[in-house]
């Protein structure tokens, strides 16, 4: 059995990722030696490493020449990269995920337009809808609970393909042009949800499903903070989120569960009963409704 010493793996199906945080020379030398342990466990298995297929990647904000340490199987110095793609996504230095955004948005504009050429003898707005759902919507929200985007820029990257559609829909369907278009209406027409919200339902639905035993959570739960019992105020927070000075801290993965969570509920009901999807998307849809009509009204 193949047990690493002060490192931690991820392993699915032949794909392993081993990985440390490093501070100091010490922990590269830990890291290398842990490489060489696999390699070791390789060659008593009868089993081969293709060291052209396996990369290093590190991920800091930080210059330091310990992030650039270079690691080996077999001699074989290995490839060094600053973004790596895994299990679909992309992963980059400073996991702002915009390669990632990037990628999956000229993908789907090219499905998009695939379906508006092809489409051009159509009438009907469920053929394009399921279409769209299927073949470009499915694409542009995989995995979104990694890599949900804080900055507008990359939210309207991502709404304007499903706005290209949406004017395409009215166009095609209800006669209407761009100078008449209000992208909420359409919406609402034909029962859609705008992309960030649906990114919103996403994130509920892992927390939920991770405190209800319906995922293997037990490695990530307690980045979940809950909010003191004894802290009675006019909004009573479920969790309670951490502070900092920067964006990536501020908009990090559970800080960002949790005040989606929040915001769209004040118990915890939900983590203790599993709600179906239904109610989660009601709830949303009303929640975003009313802060928008608050802040109208501001």
Not at 236 to 251: H, I, L, Q, R, Y
Not at 267 to 277: F, I, K
Request: proline content about 1%.
């Amino acid at each position: 059995m193949l047990i690493f010493n002060d490192a931690e793996f991820c392993l699915y199906a032949d794909d392993l990722k081993i990985f440390k945080e490093i501070n100091e020379p010490l922990d590269t030398q830990i890291l290398q030696s842990n490489i060489d342990k696999l390699i070791t466990y390789a060659q008593t298995n009868n089993l081969t490493l293709n060291a052209k297929k396996c990369i290093v990647t590190s991920f800091s904000r930080k210059q330091s020449s310990l992030i650039c340490a270079q690691y080996h199987i077999e001699g074989e110095e290995l490839e060094r990269k600053i973004s790596t793609r895994d299990l679909g996504v992309i992963y980059d230095h400073k996991l702002n995920f915009n390669d990632h955004i990037s990628y999956i948005s000229g993908k789907a504009r090219k499905m998009l337009g695939f379906i508006i050429r092809n489409g051009k003898y159509f009438k009907d707005a469920n053929t394009f809808i399921t279409l769209y759902n299927s073949l470009v919507r499915s694409n542009i929200e995989y995995a979104s609970v990694i890599w949900n985007p804080h900055t507008q820029l990359q939210t309207n990257k991502l709404e304007s393909i499903q706005h290209k559609f949406l004017r395409f829909l009215a166009f095609k369907c209800l006669n209407k042009k761009d100078d008449s278009l209000n992208y909420s209406e359409i919406e609402k027409r034909f029962k859609m949800d705008n992309l960030e919200l649906r990114r919103k339902i996403a994130d509920v639905k892992f927390t939920t499903k991770s405190f209800n035993n319906i995922m293997d959570s037990q490695s990530y739960l307690h980045h979940f903070k809950f909010s003191p019992l004894n802290s009675i105020t006019r909004k009573n927070d479920v969790f309670k989120t951490t502070g900092s000075k920067t964006d990536v801290g501020k908009f990090s993965l559970f800080n960002r569960l949790m005040n989606t969570f929040n915001k769209l509920q004040n118990n915890d009901n939900w983590l203790r009963n599993q709600p179906n999807d239904n109610s989660i998307k009601y709830v949303s849809r009303l929640s975003t409704q009313e802060s928008s009509q608050a802040n109208n009204l501001a």
